[in-house]
């Protein structure tokens, strides 16, 4: 080898060894945040859709929602319902992700006689009437949205797309839809039509999904803490649950016993004081107005005992 | 030109070729840094929920991360104008994430091709849900906007807050970790 070819490959060398570690210090830049937090769901957050695009993606599964299950737009409902979850959401820990999702927690009640609560990334929360129609106190729907907030939270409905290839082919129809945006001739309205039919697939995955057994004992177990922390009855949950479990009324996917197992044992470690009688008289007014909204002749619980 | 004058030169394009590549790559890496990653993130004089606030910091807003605390994170804004104070760790992202969010060419996603990168940068923004939307009139988007109408802050259920979140506490006798006991 020539001196002049020595030189060169030195060179070559080098660049190649610094760009490596160069490479190495981009990774660990973008990590930056999660290592300067020791939190490892930061750490990983770059593989996942980002809080905004999140939210996004929530938007339209919302939209998807309302189209077959209307969103109940009475001001005493949407109120209260709302009042009840954002005032829970305030409770989570800082350290479990307390500023929540791109623009906050919503919480809507939609029009469907199945007793159902969902939620989608980005903070959208959704009880039916069917499912307050079943409610016996606040408590009981606080724990309804405590766990569905505790979904959104730990990313559940993220992690459970387990085909990696449906989530890029997500991804891909949405930039497709945008390098298309305003596009007026024939063929690319076409295109649009096309990708946002797959799209409409990917919501539908979604929404037709059960959250896994290990995400949904997750979610109880986070309900019934945060529900002690904003001053709720755990026990009231717990009692829900066992109705449910014991075949009290149907669910579009019903908890089996090893949820209310954990709830009982998260529950004993808890301390909380039992108010309940405090919010029967609201939960009461509540309850009116979905079934007026309803028409399903939703009743009132039965007197404070 | 000389044997010796070879090896001159060479050492100098190594060196200008290694100097070009530290400048890039320290750029970026800069690219990659922490952003606020809410749409508005409250900022804290203290790491408690009902602290005073200190300020608001928007999306995409480039900061320093100066300490953690249980899930806390101590920041001060990279330029002016200046915000110092504490934020919960989720409101934070990388620069990275932020980049892919609002399509920039700065994003440098591992788990994705570089195809699949500049496809995540245009997706899902206000942009594609304006076509999405013109291709499917049924989607109830206006129910969507009505529902996140709705917001009440956490200093909104204080009794000096907003109504009817500033009595729903004591309504409800809900004796809370953040709003503190009530008889």
């Known amino acids: 080898m020539s001196k002049s070819n020595m030189s060169k490959n030195l060179a070559l060398v080098s660049v190649l060894l610094l760009a490596l570690s160069a490479c190495a210090t981009i990774k660990k830049a973008v990590h930056k945040v999660g290592e300067a937090t020791g939190d490892k769901d930061l750490q990983k957050a770059e593989s996942k859709l980002s809080p905004s695009q999140q939210y996004y993606f929530g938007r ?4 998807n929602f309302f189209s077959t299950s209307p969103y109940v737009s009475d001001k005493a409902v949407s109120e209260y319902v709302n009042l009840v979850g954002q005032y829970l959401a305030h409770h989570v820990d800082a350290g479990k992700g307390g500023a929540g999702p791109f623009k906050g927690f919503h919480f809507a009640v939609i029009k469907n006689p199945t007793p159902m609560a969902m939620s989608a990334p980005g903070g959208f929360v959704f009880v039916s009437t069917g499912m307050i129609e079943q409610l016996q106190s606040e408590d009981q ?11 959104v939270m730990h990313e559940h409905g993220l992690d459970e797309i387990e085909n990696e290839a449906i989530r890029k082919g997500i991804v891909k129809a949405g930039a497709k839809l945008a390098e298309l945006a305003g596009a007026d001739d024939a063929e690319d309205v076409g295109k649009v039509e096309a990708f946002s039919k797959v799209v409409d697939s990917g919501v539908g995955l979604f929404a037709s999904q059960p959250h896994s057994r290990k995400h949904e004992i997750a979610s109880d177990k986070f309900s019934v803490r945060l529900l002690a922390r904003a001053g709720y009855n755990p026990a009231e949950y717990a009692e829900l649950m066992a109705t449910v479990t014991s075949g009290g009324f149907a669910t579009k996917h019903p908890p089996g016993e090893d949820r209310l197992e954990a709830v009982n044992q ?34 009132a619980p039965a007197a404070a005992n | ?64 991360v100066l300490e953690t605390k249980n899930g806390w994170v101590r920041i001060e804004t990279a330029s002016a104008p200046k915000v110092s104070g504490w934020v919960m760790k989720n409101a934070i992202e990388s620069r990275a994430e932020f980049a ?58 204080t009794p000096a807050g907003r109504a009817p979140a500033s009595a729903f506490q004591k309504t409800g006798k809900l004796s809370s970790k953040i709003y503190g006991a009530v008889k």
Not at chain 1, 269 to 278: G, H, I, V
Not at chain 2, 121 to 137: F, T
């Open chain 1, 60 to 63: 339209t599964l919302a939209a």
């Open chain 1, 141 to 151: 729907l606080a724990g309804v949205l405590a766990h569905e907030i505790g979904h």
């Open chain 1, 266 to 299: 998260t529950m004993v470690k808890l301390k909380y004081k039992d108010t309940r009688a405090a919010r029967k008289t609201r939960f009461a007014a509540f309850k009116s107005a979905v079934a007026r909204v309803a028409g399903t002749g939703v009743r």
């Open chain 2, 1 to 64: 030109m000389t044997a010796n004058n070879n090896i001159v030169w060479l050492a100098l394009k190594s060196i200008a070729t290694v100097a070009a590549v530290i400048t890039f790559f320290a750029i970026a890496a800069h690219a990659n840094g922490p952003v606020i990653g809410l749409e508005r993130a409250k900022v804290w004089a203290k790491p408690q929920v009902l602290a005073k606030t200190v300020g608001e910091v928007k999306y995409g807003t480039k900061i320093k």
């Open chain 2, 100 to 157: 892919k969010a609002i399509g920039s060419g700065e994003a440098l996603d591992s788990s994705y091709g570089s195809q699949d990168v500049a496809a995540a940068g245009k997706g899902w923004d206000p942009n594609v849900e304006k076509s999405h939307r013109q291709g499917n009139p049924k989607l109830d988007y206006a129910s969507v906007d009505a529902m996140e109408a709705i917001n009440y802050g956490p200093d909104d259920f």
